[in-house]
């Protein structure tokens, strides 16, 4: 197994291009492939080791064998998505809004790219609703599915997406989400798409992070992540979701009567009878989860997490199950036999639901989409209906996870494995069983020597770590996870780290003696006393994301951090400690480590009974140690899961994220193994920049446009043309005329794109003309349809505009205008020469259409956290926000000199602020973000407010931002009148002769000012 420098070969934001060749265990060898890999897994082959009672038992031991399997199918799919993302929009074969949704997720200048795996996992579910069932090549796998999904869910309909832990299943929810509610809202008849949604999560701390995807939420997903168009908001509220975990499926006691009541009455009553008396029927359970869905058809189900749900058969059918070397066959046994008691839960619920309101298509979304132990499937087998791959390796190659270290050697002789790499099965008899064990009380003096040396090996790294964050001024500390087998051996745990009260059951709180732990930086005893902020915390997470109540057996060996959690608590204002139950305490502790400022900030060591659940995310887990059977590569997986999440999100100049480590001890996990002398990378110092409203310097505000709309004048419709509406074609445009194709020997061809000459310049001007009248209606605010009337003017405008604007050159003629991106590009242009015109006709024609809840921004509101070093501190008399975050040095000194100058009243830099312009180009909606504004002291009460871009050189979309500034954003928000008055826009194209740039600006303000009579004299 190669040691690899430095794992990450691709970018997020691309298809992945190269990838680290694996021998036939799934290791690395080295060896870079330059391609992307292909979609396979690999299964653990069990073998018969030992006969007991003469059956054979089925045990996963270190030497098992394994196969790497392809997955023909999604490769398959994977390759035919790839062609048609490529494709020309003309052929994509999707609604219209599809295509805008598809066209935003795939822009290169937004704030922050998606990446590819997101919108390759959407695009893939869009291209076999959309695309595939319309084409007999592709309509094969639409068919396939059916079958499949058929086959193993009876009645319903499912896809699933594979994607890694950390690449953001949350992000392609809401992209599906939008996808279909947007369409609907604009297609009501059509039954492909549905605006209902049930979003099932497996446990509450999903449930809660999930409520991102309500749109009306505040800081939802879609604004947050630009996962829709402005515009397209509206339609999108319309939708109707509801966000559950798959416990609230189960049937719950009608009324209100004690457990113990309710027990005497079921053991003396029919079993049928008492459900009927005394329990929730089907609808019942449907109305209660469903109650805002109630009346809608074909729900959508989003399972997250979704390898918990399945078809499960009694374990009468099933043999044996196999288990690790290390486990019992009862602890293997029980742990199956509890994953398909969850399975049936959730797989019946949707049923339910199906059989009461309608189900049209199940979502399954996982890291790990693979059958469970025990559930009647090959184990580790993937789902056959997953539709899209992006594994773990994937991720870790596009630098998207954190890359998880496991020991590979050490000093041991006679040893096929390092010691620390399974840290279990050489302590497990050393260790409680489950349940806390009546005879021999154990001490955590008494921790297993091999534990005890593995707990101290991680913790020395861990210190080292923590002294590395803190010297760079990391606001929350590196987290450090236990994961046990039960309460007993994670109480033991917990004492042995933390410290523990060696004489509990003294009733006189001021007797009880406290010790300190062993593990300094994680103690919660110090000088003989608890401290009230807890260090290290003791979680049973899987019943905190149950919801029920937790059990008293954990409430036992918990009280004394559950107590000390709701003190901290009643020092917060606005909060209610008492109301708060036992486990809604723990379970806020548990989801806010690592963020700052909430009550789990200070947590460092976090213990965990069992497993961590799905979901518990914390982006500052750097080590992890397993204390428990690890029956599966995909358990393995799973814990290891917990500590992928990056801390930094901020690419290099090249797209590429540097890699981080999480420090694993205690899980036979074989994974990606990377040079321990590259050393995790903390987080970055981040320093805030907000508004401080004490400034003197002015606030500055903004509108916010979504678009622009216009009133139809009653004249004839014109054209203004200036240089902007010029348009050259020739041969140093991106498409060639002739193209030479010569062999090895032999002769050549030639081709050529002569068909473009023969289309005559007639047939050109009506093309434009009727593609100008479509984009001058989307405006139109007083038209319920294209304004037809006003086709022959737009095609005496396209006349004028062929003749006076286009140039042609190296044998080009008007007929290249015919191809899809040129031809938009002209369109672009004519329109906005026709709303020049509408302005010196000295009409208000043209209206902002604005954001409908926030029409208005503010320098008020800015307010971030940024890891950027190019920071300039501003003048608190001129700018309202503490940094100019400049992406150029010519920027900083264009700040610099502006706060030299008397007559600027005030400025902001356009960072964190959300001023952006809409505009076209090439017949794509887009948006871009000017660079500063600023306001203008020119003598009257309220300042001249001023749009400035800074531009080292100019391109042919810049012209088409510029123009659209001046055409259309300024005049449409100066007509509406409601924003102050705004000046002509600032373009510096030389910042580095800043000193005349200014002289321009001033100049060009004073020419924009009445004449006075001081100045007529």
Known sequence: MAILDNPILNTPFAAPAKHWLLDNTGKPTGEIVEERRRSEYIVAVATPKRKRGGQEELIFAEETTTERLANDRINAIRAEVDQWRISPEANWGVTYETARLLKHWRATDRERPLFFCQAEAAETIIWLTEVAPRNPVHAKHVEYFRGISEAANPGLSRLAMKLATGAGKTTVMAMLIAWQAINKARRPQSKTFTDAFLIVAPGITIKDRLRVLMPETVNSIYERLSIVPRDMMDDLKKARIVVTNF???????????????????????????????????????????????????????????????????????????????????????????????????????????????????????????????????????????????????????????????????????????????????????????????????????????????????????????????????????????????????????????????????????????????????????????????????????????????????????????????????????????????????????????????????????????????????????????????????????????????????????????????????????????????????????????????????????????????????????????????????????????????????????????????????????YMLAKRALERWALMAENMGGEPLFLFPQFLSVARRWLSECLQLADGRGAGWLSLAGYRDEAVDRIVRACAKALDRAGKEEILPVMQPFEPEGSSRLVDLHTAKTTLLATDPMKCQVNYVVYDSDWEAAFAERLERIPRVRGYVKNHGLGFEVPYLFMGTERSYRPDFIVHWDDGQPDPLQLVVEIKGRREAEDEAKADTLRSYWLEAVNNDGRFGRWGPPIEIIRPFDMAQALETIVNAFEAALPATPAMAA
């Not at 590395?468 to 109480?491: D, H, L, R």
């Open 247 to 765: 416990h609230a499926f189960q049937l719950k006691v009608k009324t209100e009567i004690s457990k113990g009541t309710l027990e005497i009455l079921r053991a003396r009553e029919d079993p049928d009878e008492f459900d009927a008396r005394f329990r929730e029927t089907e609808a019942d359970m449907v109305k209660r989860v469903m109650a805002p869905l109630m009346g809608r058809r074909g729900i959508i189900v989003i399972n997250d997490e979704a390898h918990h749900c399945y078809e499960a058969p009694p374990a009468s059918a099933l043999g044996p199950v196999a288990r690790s070397e290390e486990e019992s066959q009862a602890e293997a046994e029980a742990e199956a036999e509890q994953a398909r008691k969850e399975a049936r839960l959730w797989i019946n619920g949707i049923r339910a639901i199906d059989r009461v309101i309608g189900v049209k298509t199940v979502y399954d979304l996982s890291a790990t989409p693979f059958f469970l132990r025990g559930s009647g499937q090959e184990e580790g087998k993937l789902f056959p209906w997953v539709a899209s791959d992006f594994s773990l390796i994937d991720a870790i190659e596009a630098g998207i996870v954190k890359v998880p270290r496991v020991p590979t050697h050490d000093d041991v002789v006679k040893r096929d494995e390092p010691i620390f790499r399974h840290v279990y099965k050489h302590i497990r008899d050393s260790l409680p069983r489950k349940g806390r064990r009546k005879s021999k009380a154990f001490s955590p003096d008494e921790l297993p020597a091999q534990l005890e040396a593995a707990l101290k090996a991680l913790y020395r790294d861990y210190a080292a770590r923590y002294e590395e964050w803190t010297a760079k001024g990391a606001e929350t500390p590196p987290v450090f996870i236990v994961v046990a087998n039960n309460t007993s051996t994670s109480k033991l745990i917990h004492d042995w780290i933390a410290g523990w009260c060696e004489n509990p059951d003294e009733e006189v709180v001021t007797r009880r003696r406290w010790r300190a732990g062993n593990l300094p930086l994680f103690n919660n005893v110090e000088n003989g006393k608890q401290l009230n902020r807890r260090r290290t915390i003791l979680i049973d997470s899987h019943e905190l994301d149950s919801g029920d109540a937790i059990s008293d057996a954990f409430k036992e060996v918990a009280a004394d951090e559950i107590e000390a959690f709701r003190r901290e608590l009643r020092r917060t204002p606005g909060r209610d400690a008492d109301a708060m139950t036992d486990a809604d305490l723990l379970r806020e502790v548990m989801n806010t480590v690592g963020q700052k400022g909430k009550l789990g900030a200070p947590v460092r060591c976090v213990v965990s009974v069992s497993m961590l659940t799905e979901g518990w995310d914390a982006n500052t887990v750097t080590h992890i140690l397993g204390c428990r059977a690890f029956g599966t590569r995909l358990l393995c997986e799973q814990v290891v899961g917990r500590a992928l999440r990056r801390v930094s999100y901020e690419p290099d100049d090249h797209g590429m994220f540097r890699p981080e480590y999480a420090e694993v001890l205690g899980v036979p996990f074989d994974f990606m193994p990377a040079n321990s002398a590259k050393d995790f990378s903390p987080p970055k110092p981040r320093t805030r920049v907000f508004a401080d409203e004490s400034r003197a310097a002015p606030e500055i505000r903004f509108p916010r446009v979504l678009g622009y709309r216009v009133q139809f004048p009653k004249g004839r419709l014109n054209a203004t043309f200036v240089e902007d509406s010029r348009m050259r074609l020739g041969a140093d445009t991106p498409i060639p005329k002739e193209t030479e194709i010569d062999p090895l020997v032999g002769a050549g061809i030639k081709l050529d794109l002569g068909e473009l000459d023969a289309i005559r310049p007639q047939t050109v001007a």
